[in-house]
Structures are given as structure tokens and as C-alpha cells.
């Protein structure tokens, strides 16, 4: 099927590795041109190398979206590098450390509210007049299944993701017809986001008491993931390249589960 895409510009944050790097290949399969953002400058000129491959122009920019400061300076010095302009939005970035409610501390919850949410608002502000010049532009938010169904751990996470769904809800009434808003709600996904030093497998290896793996297997068994596996990088970027597409010309505002089976509310 024709999803419409190639030549179009896409800006993906979070883009360097994990579910933001396969987006961005899904993207340039398409023929889509890919512009990047991320704070890991080594892998994003790896995964800028790779889109160039499949014959499409890659832009990158080494940024901090943690800070307005950073959101700004880097999609300011990406927009000059775009002759184009925009036509998709991908909000990628994410960060999770999941640990106890009371362990908590109110640092990690500003730094999470940061980067989940605080990043989607900045990017998303910043390039809406950009995006308002293009006839079908859509933008997609990366959420997770925790924002519609929370689990004990990690709380702070869950929050901020459905902060980010209902922001999709409101985005998507304020910006019609112009502008498609969607966000994809992925389940556990084996990407860099939970195998990297401190990200969610070694969280759950310390609440399981387990090494990382094996401690991830047993969330997925207390879950009871119909599915019983994690999901691939490449099953979410799938999702999100079709709702940026043309066959997805009428959705907008709603919230696609790419988890597995663990949602288990019909609405």
C-alpha cells in the first residue's frame, strides 16, 4: 500500500538508538527524508549513516530536550538545516527509572516530568507553526501502556505518559483539520530503554530481586502478557510510520497499543 510518504521531512527525537533509530529507518524505507535529535552524538551519526543508505537525506543535531534552553537550540539549529520545512512530528524521547513509590525522590520526579512530558510540550510548540504550513502533516507521541493502565512501578512514568495522552487529546481538537495528532501506547518493548545500564531491567532487577532478564521475564508473567514476550523496536516504528501516513487520513486522536495484549479495558 502507498503510505504517501516519501519525500516528505519527518524530525524524530530520541532518534539515536532503540525504538527512535527503528522509526527512523521505517521512515526512510519509506522514503521519507529523517531529522534527528538526540543527546548521544556517537549514535546518532551511526543511525544518520544508516538512513542515508536507503537512498534519503539524514539530518542530525546533538541536543539536551530536558531544558527549554536545549529544546530550542537544537530544533533551531535543525530547522536551518531543513529546506523543506516539516511535515511529521515524532516525540520520542523517554526516560524511566522504575523504583518504589516512597523511593522516589522529588529530583527524579522533575527530571522524569522533564523528559517525558516537558519534552513533548517544547518540541511540539516549537514546530506547530512550522507544521501549520503543510497540507497533512501528523504528528505522533511515543506514550506507553502505563499511561492508560499504571502499574506499582514506576509511578512517576505512568504519570507523565498519560499527562502525554491526554495532551494528544487536546492537540488533536485544537489543531484540526490541519494537523492529524496521534500517539502509539507501546507495551514492554526490548529496546536500549530497558537493557541500557540503569534503565527499566535493571529496575526490575532490583525490585525481583533477579538478574535483568530473567527479572523481566517474570514482570511480563505477573502481567500475564497474552503475547508472553517483549516486543521489538521495529513492531512500534511499524505503527508509527502508518499513523504519520496517508492510510491513516482519518485518525487522529487516538491511542494505538502496540503492547502485546496487556491492555485490557475495551476503550
Same mark, same amino acid.
Given at each position: 500500500?502507498?503510505?504517501?510518504?516519501?519525500?516528505?521531512?519527518?524530525?524524530?527525537?530520541?532518534?539515536?538508538?532503540?525504538?527512535?533509530?527503528?522509526?527512523?529507518?521505517?521512515?526512510?524505507?519509506?522514503?521519507?527524508?529523517? *531529522? =534527528? %535529535?538526540?543527546?548521544?552524538?556517537?549514535?546518532?551519526?551511526?543511525? @544518520?549513516?544508516? &538512513? #542515508?543508505?536507503?537512498? !534519503?537525506?539524514?539530518?542530525?543535531?546533538?541536543?539536551?530536550?530536558?531544558?527549554?534552553?536545549?529544546?530550542?537550540?537544537?530544533?533551531?539549529?535543525?530547522?536551518?538545516?531543513?529546506?523543506?520545512?516539516?511535515?511529521?512530528?515524532?516525540?520520542?524521547?523517554?526516560?524511566?527509572?522504575?523504583?518504589?513509590?516512597?523511593?522516589?525522590?522529588?529530583?527524579?520526579?522533575e527530571r522524569t516530568f522533564a523528559i517525558n512530558l516537558m519534552s513533548m510540550v517544547r518540541v511540539t510548540r516549537h514546530l506547530?507553526?512550522?507544521?501549520?504550513?503543510?497540507?497533512?502533516?501528523?504528528?505522533?507521541?511515543?506514550?506507553s501502556d502505563l499511561g492508560r493502565q499504571p502499574e506499582t512501578a514506576p509511578a512517576d512514568y505512568a504519570a507523565m505518559k498519560? *499527562? =502525554? %495522552?491526554?495532551?494528544?487529546?487536546?492537540?488533536?481538537?485544537?489543531? @484540526?483539520?490541519? &494537523? #492529524?495528532?496521534?500517539? !502509539?501506547?507501546?507495551?514492554?518493548?526490548?529496546?536500549?530503554?530497558?537493557?541500557?545500564?540503569?534503565?527499566?531491567?535493571?529496575?526490575?532487577?532490583?525490585?525481583?530481586?533477579?538478574?535483568?532478564?530473567?527479572?523481566?521475564?517474570?514482570?511480563?508473567?505477573?502481567?500475564?502478557?497474552?503475547?508472553?514476550?517483549?516486543?521489538?523496536?521495529?513492531?512500534?516504528a511499524n505503527v508509527m510510520v502508518f499513523l504519520a501516513s496517508d492510510l491513516a487520513s482519518y485518525v487522529t486522536s487516538s491511542?494505538?497499543?502496540?503492547?502485546?495484549?496487556?491492555?485490557?479495558?475495551?476503550?
Amino acid at each position: 500500500m502507498e503510505t504517501g510518504l516519501a519525500g516528505k521531512t519527518v524530525v524524530i527525537t530520541g532518534a539515536a538508538n532503540g525504538i527512535g533509530r527503528a522509526t527512523a529507518l521505517a521512515f526512510a524505507k519509506e522514503g521519507a527524508h529523517v *531529522a =534527528m %535529535l538526540d543527546h548521544d552524538s556517537g549514535k546518532l551519526a551511526e543511525t @544518520a549513516a544508516l &538512513i #542515508r543508505d536507503c537512498g !534519503v537525506e539524514a539530518f542530525s543535531v546533538e541536543a539536551d530536550l530536558s531544558t527549554a534552553a536545549g529544546v530550542k537550540a537544537g530544533l533551531d539549529a535543525m530547522l536551518a538545516q531543513l529546506p523543506r520545512g516539516v511535515d511529521v512530528l515524532i516525540n520520542n524521547v523517554g526516560h524511566g527509572d522504575p523504583k518504589p513509590f516512597e523511593e522516589i525522590t522529588d529530583e527524579q520526579w522533575e527530571r522524569t516530568f522533564a523528559i517525558n512530558l516537558m519534552s513533548m510540550v517544547r518540541v511540539t510548540r516549537h514546530l506547530l507553526p512550522v507544521l501549520r504550513q503543510k497540507d497533512k502533516a501528523a504528528i505522533v507521541s511515543n506514550a506507553s501502556d502505563l499511561g492508560r493502565q499504571p502499574e506499582t512501578a514506576p509511578a512517576d512514568y505512568a504519570a507523565m505518559k498519560s *499527562a =502525554m %495522552l491526554a495532551l494528544t487529546k487536546s492537540l488533536a481538537r485544537a489543531e @484540526a483539520p490541519r &494537523i #492529524r495528532v496521534n500517539a !502509539v501506547a507501546p507495551g514492554p518493548i526490548w529496546s536500549t530503554f530497558w537493557s541500557r545500564p540503569g534503565g527499566f531491567a535493571d529496575g526490575m532487577a532490583s525490585i525481583h530481586n533477579m538478574p535483568p532478564r530473567q527479572a523481566v521475564d517474570h514482570e511480563m508473567k505477573l502481567r500475564q502478557l497474552p503475547l508472553a514476550r517483549l516486543g521489538e523496536p521495529e513492531e512500534v516504528a511499524n505503527v508509527m510510520v502508518f499513523l504519520a501516513s496517508d492510510l491513516a487520513s482519518y485518525v487522529t486522536s487516538s491511542v494505538w497499543g502496540v503492547d502485546g495484549g496487556s491492555i485490557r479495558n475495551i476503550v
